[in-house]
C-alpha cells in the first residue's frame, strides 16, 4: 500500500480565523506578568517618586486597558510583549527621571530577567522598548504592532481623566499659560508621533480637539 502525501494549502490569514471568538487562555507567562506588574505598581507609588499619587491609577492601569482593547483587533500581537511593555515602557522615568530612556534599556532586562522570564523573550519586549522611545525618528506606523498598539494607548491614556490638569496643579507656581502651552505641545506629541492605530485615532480624536481648546485654541466660532 503507497500512501501519497499532498500539499496542504490554507488561506494567509487561517490562523486568525479560527481562533477568532474563542476564549483567551492564560499565558504560561502569567505569574511572571504578575510580579512584574506588582514590582512596577511597587515602584510608582513610592513617595520620593513625583508622580506617586496618581501615576499607577490615572496613567499605567489606563494604558493597560486601552493595549488590551486595541490588542483585540490585532490577534497577531503576542499578548505578552504588550502586557509586560505596557508596565515596562515607563520603568527609566521610575528610577531615574535624568536617564529614563536609558535606564529602561539597561534596568529593564536585569529585572526581568531576575524575574524568570528567558533570555529570548527578554530581548524581544527590550527591541520593543527601544522601538517605542524611536518616535522622534521613526514613523511608528512602520513598527512591529506591539509597539504600535503600546505606543497609541500611551498616547491615548494621556487624554484620558485628569492628566493634563495633573500638569496645572503640580506646577501651580507658574504661569497658566506657560503651563497650557506646555500641554499642547505634549498633545501634539502624541497626536502626530505616538497614537498611530487607526482605531485609536478615530476613538481619541474628539478627545484631542477638545484638549486643544481647553489648553487655549480657542475656536473661531462657537456656534
Known amino acids: 500500500m503507497q500512501i501519497v502525501l499532498t500539499e496542504l494549502r490554507f488561506p494567509r490569514d487561517w490562523w486568525i480565523e479560527m481562533t477568532q471568538g474563542l476564549p483567551d487562555v492564560p499565558s504560561c507567562r502569567h505569574g511572571l506578568i504578575k510580579e512584574f506588574k506588582a514590582h512596577v505598581v511597587a515602584l510608582a507609588s513610592r513617595p520620593d517618586f513625583v508622580h506617586h499619587s496618581w501615576y499607577v491609577e490615572y496613567h499605567l492601569q489606563i494604558v493597560e486597558r486601552i493595549s488590551g482593547e486595541l490588542a483585540a483587533s490585532y490577534p497577531q500581537a503576542d499578548r505578552d510583549v504588550i502586557d509586560v511593555l505596557v508596565w515596562l515602557h515607563d520603568y527609566g522615568k521610575l528610577i531615574d527621571r535624568e536617564r529614563e530612556h536609558e535606564r529602561t534599556l539597561t534596568e ?23 522601538e517605542l522611545d524611536m518616535n522622534r525618528t521613526m514613523d511608528l ?32 507656581t507658574r504661569p497658566l499659560r506657560d503651563l497650557m502651552g506646555d500641554n499642547l505641545r505634549k498633545l501634539e506629541k502624541d497626536w502626530n508621533r505616538k497614537i498611530v492605530l487607526p482605531e485609536a485615532r478615530a476613538a481619541f480624536e474628539g478627545r484631542y480637539r477638545l484638549l486643544r481648546e481647553q489648553n487655549g485654541d480657542i475656536p473661531a466660532r462657537f456656534v
Open 108 to 130: 529593564g532586562p536585569r529585572v526581568l530577567i531576575n524575574i524568570g522570564f528567558d533570555q529570548q523573550f527578554t530581548d524581544q519586549v527590550i527591541a520593543c522598548a527601544r
Open 141 to 172: 506606523r512602520a513598527a512591529r504592532i506591539e509597539v504600535q498598539i503600546v505606543s497609541s494607548a500611551d498616547g491615548c491614556a494621556h487624554l484620558i481623566g485628569p492628566f493634563f490638569p495633573i500638569w496645572l496643579w503640580e506646577n501651580s
